[in-house]
């Protein structure tokens, strides 16, 4: 069986103090252990201290990070390894995700040494995956995801494939409100552990959880949770608030 994860990605929002303020915030009932369902939010670097020392003692909800380099250390300035997050105590690290795929130049291959990496370092990679609106319009979005599928865990062992947390991001319904309908969700996620089991095999395929990401919100994630290939959701605005972030761990709890 696979558990639920709901992961926030904040991107760049929240502070320092407003991270601290989050988890003062937050519902105690989100914070606790739940049978199934895991939590989990990632601020910026920045944030992380304040994330470790905010969250009370014996929450549950696990902290990640949205970035690494895919070395140890060196001179790359401005870059964050995960050896560092790791002395931090990260769980997750986001990696792949559209926006770093389109602003900052990442493509697969980068995406593929920075998943080896955290695992390497024994964070778990949460690789992003999806289409752009014109590649869906063209239909190519299959052939855009197996690509990045393949591409970004391209090497890996059955062990180490069994480790990830694959995101699928259909970009058109990042932050636009715009969400994939539980069908469109369900038909790729469906893709992608085919395609996971054409890498790795099938046991391996069966775990891996998939989570799906764009303008998921408490209003939408009962049926998109009810996918049986959709475990969970990577979350940036509606995970942004204690009370929605603690809604959407409450929709899980019920599945
Ligand atoms: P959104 O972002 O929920 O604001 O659409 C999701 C993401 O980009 O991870």
Redesign the pocket.
């Known amino acids: 069986m696979r558990s639920i994860l709901i992961a926030g ?1 904040w ?1 760049m929002n929240m502070g320092p103090a407003e991270t601290a303020d989050f988890f003062k915030q937050l519902d105690d009932a989100a914070q606790k252990e739940i049978e199934g369902v895991e939590a989990a939010v990632c601020p910026p670097f920045v944030s992380l201290p304040a994330a470790f020392s905010a969250r009370k003692s014996g929450s549950a909800v696990k902290i990640g990070a949205q970035n690494i380099h895919f070395e140890d250390n060196g001179a790359f300035t401005g870059e964050i390894s995960s050896t560092m997050l790791n002395e931090l105590g990260c769980d997750f690290v ?1 990696l792949g ?3 770093r795929r389109e602003y900052f130049g990442e493509n697969d291959e980068i995406i593929n040494k920075k998943v080896k990496k955290a695992l390497a370092d024994g964070i778990t990679p949460i690789v ?1 995956v999806g289409e752009v609106l014109d590649e869906r319009k063209q239909d190519r979005h299959f052939d855009v995801v197996k690509t990045q599928t393949a591409g970004s865990l391209a090497g890996l062992s059955a062990t180490d494939a069994s480790k990830i947390v694959i ?1 699928y ?1 259909p970009v058109w ?4 409100g715009e969400t994939a309908s539980p069908e469109q969700a369900q038909e790729m996620h469906a893709f992608i552990r085919k395609e996971v089991a054409g890498l790795f095999g099938q046991d391996i395929a069966d775990g891996v959880r998939i989570l799906y ?5 408490p209003a939408n994630a009962d049926e998109l949770l009810k996918q049986p290939d959709v475990d969970g959701g ?6 942004l608030k204690p009370d929605s972030f603690a809604e959407l761990v409450a929709i899980s709890a019920k599945q």
Request: net charge neutral.
């Open positions: 990605n991107k986001i995700h559209s926006e992003c995101a991001e319904a990042i932050g636009t990401g764009g303008s998921m919100k990577l979350i940036g605005g509606a995970s």
